[in-house]
């Protein structure tokens, strides 16, 4: 179980999008203590909305239970120092995302753009980033998702990957075997690598 976690916006682009499993449940069940958005994130979700009519509802219900402050919890607590050194670097949403990390001690950062993740990685190796795979993976392990192969399917199809250049499947695979050894580890369950290949083998499970 993950005690906190703070999401970036790229989040809910799979909660609006997936039809083949309830994230918002699953999230529930596996981060304990609720999910933290900074208001930028916020207002780029609302922006998003606009931008995409068709999940317009589904945005704007998801901004709503953020501004009530229930499980989905908007966060305004954040280093001013660190949000200043780290805004001219990555994207406004995710440096308030660290610069709350590291005011409020919350580790578990999920996102979707991988373009802030080295960054992170370098300057702030105590918060843990990672994208929605791993809290798929998570859901995977403890049994939650009953057809695993056909949301791993949605989940690249959401993301395009057929697509993708070679370099970027490459690392994408490499990211999915990290993301779910990771989970693997958080819960302390036996790492079996023959497993673990066979759970993030791209190839082989979208020709099925």
């Given at each position: 179980m993950i005690p906190k976690a703070i999401f970036d916006n790229t989040v809910f682009n799979f909660f609006v999008r997936f039809s083949c499993a309830d994230l918002s449940?699953?999230?529930?069940?596996?981060?304990?203590?609720?999910?933290?958005?900074?208001?930028?994130?916020?207002?780029?979700?609302?922006?998003?909305?606009?931008?995409?009519?068709?999940?317009?509802?589904?945005?704007?219900?998801?901004?709503d239970q953020i501004r009530r402050n229930r499980y989905y919890k908007l966060c305004t607590t954040y280093d001013a120092i660190v949000y200043d050194f780290v805004k001219s670097r990555i994207d406004k949403g995710e440096a308030e995302a660290v610069a709350q990390s590291q005011k409020t001690g919350i580790r578990f950062f999920i996102t979707d753009d991988l373009k802030?993740?080295?960054?992170?990685?370098?300057?702030?190796?105590?918060?843990?980033?990672?994208?929605?795979?791993?809290?798929?993976?998570?859901?995977?392990?403890?049994g939650l998702l009953p057809d695993y192969k056909k949301v791993f399917k949605e989940y690249h199809q959401i993301l395009n990957y057929q697509k993708f250049g070679i370099s970027k499947k490459k690392k994408h695979k490499a990211k999915l075997r990290f993301e779910y050894t990771e989970a693997v580890k958080n819960f302390g369950f036996p790492y079996n690598k023959k497993e673990i290949s066979e759970k993030t083998s791209v190839d082989k499970i979208l020709k099925n």
């Open positions: 449940n699953i999230v529930r069940t596996i981060i304990s203590n609720g999910v933290f958005i900074p208001l930028e994130i916020l207002n780029e979700m609302e922006k998003i909305a606009i931008d995409y009519p068709e999940y317009q509802s589904k945005i704007f219900y998801w901004s802030c993740q080295p960054f992170i990685q370098e300057h702030y190796p105590s918060i843990k980033t990672y994208s929605t795979f791993f809290l798929l993976s998570i859901a995977e392990i403890n």
